[in-house]
T-cell receptor
Framework: DSGVTQTPKHLITATGQRVTLRCSPRSGDLSVYWYQQSLDQGLQFLIQ???????AKGNILERFSAQQFPDLHSELNLSSLELGDSALYFCASSPTGQGASAFFGQGTRLTVV | AQSVAQPEDQVNVAEGNPLTVKCTYSVSGNPYLFWYVQYPNRGLQFLLKYITGDNLVKGSYGFEAEFNKSQTSFHLKKPSALVSDSALYFCAVRDSPNGGKLIFGQGTELSVKP
């Protein structure tokens, strides 16, 4: 168990809908990262938050947004969903410090039908 | 920009034989390198990392990795493979020393046959 909790584990929704994925980081970790894993794109970095502030942005679509709350949990919001958004979405957390490791949650499998 | 490459999509090994999963990197500055493993329908599990120091890094489940600066490589190794080692392996690099995102390779599917 990595200590990172993601909910829900599975999500099936229709095109055009909006969903929210939730992540609780390991206790004490200030950084949260979101990744998308699909068969054709591999592991793609979406966005990073550090202590409530956005720190880095990757190839995140404008339809997607995220935030980190004062208790450090994070949410990834996906809207106007398309079939191509079907993927595994991972959250990871990391402590501060050079070379710190990141620990991943079990992921949320999103299926858009 | 920092990057890693895993030149093999798949590696096949017989149980009991040594295994190597290859990774090369391209970084500016000192590299912070990681290996993760992903079992089916599971998240990524941290195996080991290289930050500085000894070029041979030991990690979980009997895995080790050799950092080679001249060849810009960070290959994952295990002296004796188990069927249960069959999984997807990812090499990754931090894009900045302090808390930067991890940049992953494409992954290598390891298959260990009895």
């Amino acid at each position: 168990d990595s200590g990172v909790t993601q909910t829900p584990k599975h999500l099936i929704t229709a095109t055009g809908q909006r969903v929210t994925l939730r992540c609780s980081p390991r206790s004490g970790d200030l950084s949260v990262y979101w990744y998308q894993q699909s068969l054709d794109q591999g592991l793609q970095f979406l966005i990073q938050y550090y202590n409530g502030e956005e720190r880095a942005k990757g190839n995140i679509l404008e339809r997607f947004s995220a935030q980190q709350f004062p208790d450090l949990h994070s949410e990834l919001n996906l809207s106007s969903l398309e079939l191509g958004d079907s993927a595994l979405y991972f959250c990871a957390s990391s402590p501060t410090g050079q070379g710190a490791s990141a620990f991943f949650g079990q992921g949320t499998r999103l299926t858009v039908v | 920009a920092q990057s890693v490459a895993q030149p093999e999509d798949q590696v096949n090994v017989a149980e009991g034989n040594p295994l190597t999963v290859k990774c090369t990197y391209s970084v500016s500055g000192n590299p912070y390198l990681f290996w993760y493993v992903q079992y089916p329908n599971r998240g990524l599990q941290f195996l080991l990392k290289y930050i500085t120091g000894d070029n041979l890094v030991k990690g979980s489940y009997g895995f080790e990795a050799e950092f080679n600066k001249s060849q810009t490589s960070f290959h994952l190794k295990k002296p004796s493979a188990l069927v249960s080692d069959s999984a997807l392996y990812f090499c990754a690099v931090r894009d900045s020393p302090n808390g930067g995102k991890l940049i992953f390779g494409q992954g290598t599917e390891l298959s260990v046959k009895p």
